[in-house]
């Protein structure tokens, strides 16, 4: 029962640097979401995508690009790392957006330290 | 304005008791979900238990049940015969509307931190 796999699970990065969070369900779910978590805060939606070749723009996508070439995978990009971007990174995947459908299963997280 | 409102930052109840932990919503679409999440200290969210908007009953998913007042527009949760292992943070999160545009529409609140005394 994999779920939703993320890697890496641990990352530090120097400002300016660039990388790539993978995020893998094995649960043929139509949507998919990136979050990040900061200290005392909820999760904030980052981009989602609902659908193979699809993404959007959630809450606070400055910094962050992505990707969904295939179904089961959602990639979270980040070009010049910054402090701020210092946090710990949730993706999620739902069976689609409409009543029960919408509940969304989450990996274990990415936790990110920009130096 | 805050859409999602936990009041509670933490709590201590003794094994064995009851808690209810505090959520308010605020939202004006008529169609609307509610979800409640776990994060142990490990760090993974766990999906608990979900109300719809139309929904007539209260849902309930073995120890967790959900106090729905739509009028007052709270969505409690509730943990029958606390253990320690409920010992966590809880989000309480909401999503407005339904199809594709509601996927951007998924709000949490800033959660509570449960803690179980033995």
């Known amino acids: 029962n994999a779920g939703v796999t993320q890697t890496p699970k641990f990352r530090v990065l120097k400002t300016g640097q660039s990388m790539t969070l993978l995020c893998a369900q094995d649960?043929?779910?139509?949507?998919m979401y990136w979050y990040r978590q900061d200290p005392g805060m909820g999760l904030r939606l980052i981009h989602y995508s609902v659908g193979e070749g699809t993404t959007a723009k959630g809450e606070v996508p400055d910094g962050y690009n992505v990707s969904r070439l295939k179904k089961q995978n959602f990639l979270l990009g980040l070009e010049s790392a910054a402090p701020s971007q210092t946090s710990v990174y949730f993706c999620?995947?739902?069976?689609?957006?409409?009543?029960?459908?919408?509940?969304?299963?989450f990996g274990a997280g990415t936790r990110l330290s920009v130096l | 304005a805050q859409k999602i409102t936990q009041t509670q930052p933490g709590m201590f109840v003794q094994e064995k008791e009851a808690v209810t932990l505090d959520c308010t919503y605020d939202?004006?679409?008529?169609?609307?979900?509610l979800f409640w999440y776990k994060q142990p200290s490990s760090g993974e969210m766990i999906f608990l238990i979900y109300?719809?908007?139309?929904?007539?009953q209260n849902a309930t998913e073995g120890r967790y049940s959900l106090n729905f007042q739509k009028a007052r527009k709270s969505a409690n949760l509730v943990i029958s015969a606390s253990q320690l292992g409920d010992s966590a943070m809880y989000f309480c999160a909401m999503r407005e509307g339904q199809g594709y545009s509601s996927a951007s529409k998924i709000i949490f609140g800033s959660g509570t931190r449960l803690s179980i005394r033995p």
């Open positions: 939202t004006s679409d008529p169609s609307y979900g």
């Open positions: 649960m043929n779910h139509e949507y």
């Open positions: 109300q719809g908007s139309y929904d007539q």
């Open positions: 999620a995947s739902s069976y689609g957006a409409g009543e029960a459908k919408n509940i969304q299963y």
